[in-house]
């Protein structure tokens, strides 16, 4: 899916001029006629397009062509609210002369935000703050993920009390795995992160290599954009301290309640054991005077009476007798 923006009166509007100076060029699992499209017209080099398109890809920066690829990984949230689970998606931001480009596989609420003019203060033209505005939001849904899937997790955690299912500890899985998602994915972004702030601390004056010098031509930062990227680093340091305690809680929570899964079985077993135990005791009786022999009082009108009787006895002693083992 191809989107085209520019940034005109503090809207943001759709065109579908590709050589517009100042836009910005949004891709969602884009298939090869618009690759080819955006490559030629915008002049963006194809490989940096084709990316983002590996699910597998690692978070960096590169500089080829004179422009400037920052690969990251951004969280989204799939399924339905009884089965929702969290990973996190390439998404690469390529900043040329006249152009900002995004490509991602999946819509994700990171990008949507900037569709649909949530987020003030953002310029199409204005790349570097348009970059550092996208780091700062991906940043910002991390942590709140991390906040739902905490409140999940005390959700499932209150189920779990008087469960004997593994649903609810397969939901909790679920969460851990995000939560091993998203940590993997915020560790590559500070890297990436780290790396553009060491690159725009560099002295003008120092013996820099040629493509830290280009980073910083394509990528001009001025004083208030540095303090913005100090913000974001610092946010996804908060974030990567919440995702460390929030998987810590969570594996001891599952080994927990693994047990207690357990131990609520065993409870249940030994529960219909008595009762097993109890209803013998009758049935014993019942069998013995339902022999073909000789019984005692089995000429007397009384007889039936005197076994349902011994019966009750034999099964109230039998309840007592477990109730003091606490087998009740």
């Known amino acids: ?40 017209a915008a002049g963006i080099n194809s490989d940096l397009l084709r990316a983002a398109l590996d699910a597998e890809e690692r978070s960096r920066i590169e500089v080829e062509d004179e422009q400037l690829l920052i690969l990251i990984n951004v969280p989204i949230s799939e399924g339905e609210n009884g089965s929702l689970y969290y990973d996190a998606v390439p998404l690469g931001i390529i900043v040329s002369e006249h152009s900002v480009v995004t490509v991602c596989l999946k819509e994700n609420p990171i990008v949507t935000e900037f569709e649909y003019g949530k987020n003030r203060s953002f310029y199409t033209f204005k790349k570097t703050r348009f970059v550092l505005q996208m780091l700062f939001k991906t940043a910002t849904y991390f942590l709140r993920y991390l906040q739902q899937i905490d409140k999940k997790s005390g959700e499932i955690e209150n189920k779990l009390h008087g469960s004997m299912k593994n649903e609810e500890l397969i939901r909790l899985l679920n969460l851990q795995k995000s939560l091993v998602y998203f940590t993997t994915s915020l560790r590559a972004n500070e890297i990436v992160m780290e790396k553009l702030l060491r690159l725009q601390l560099k002295s003008p004056m120092a013996n820099i290599d040629p493509e830290t010098a280009l980073t910083t031509h394509i990528l001009k930062m001025y004083p208030e954009d540095e303090e913005l990227l100090e913000d974001v680093i610092t946010e996804n340091k908060q974030a990567i301290e919440m995702c460390q305690t929030y998987s810590d809680i969570l594996t001891g929570t599952m080994d927990a309640f693994a047990s207690i899964i357990s131990n609520n079985l065993n409870i249940v077993m030994k529960f219909l054991t008595s009762v097993t135990i109890v209803m013998a005791l009758p049935t014993m009786v019942a069998s013995f005077f339902g022999m073909n022999v000789m019984l005692p009082m089995q000429h007397s009108p009384h ?14 002693v039998g309840v007592v007798l477990l109730r003091r083992k606490n087998m009740f």
């Open 1 to 40: 899916m191809l989107r085209v923006y520019l940034t005109e009166s503090d809207e943001l509007k759709s065109i579908e001029d590709l050589t517009e100076k100042g836009i910005w060029i949004n891709l969602i699992n884009p298939p090869e006629a618009e690759l080819k499209k955006v490559s030629i």
């Open 303 to 316: 007889a039936f009476i005197f076994t349902i009787g011994l019966s009750i006895i034999l099964a109230l």
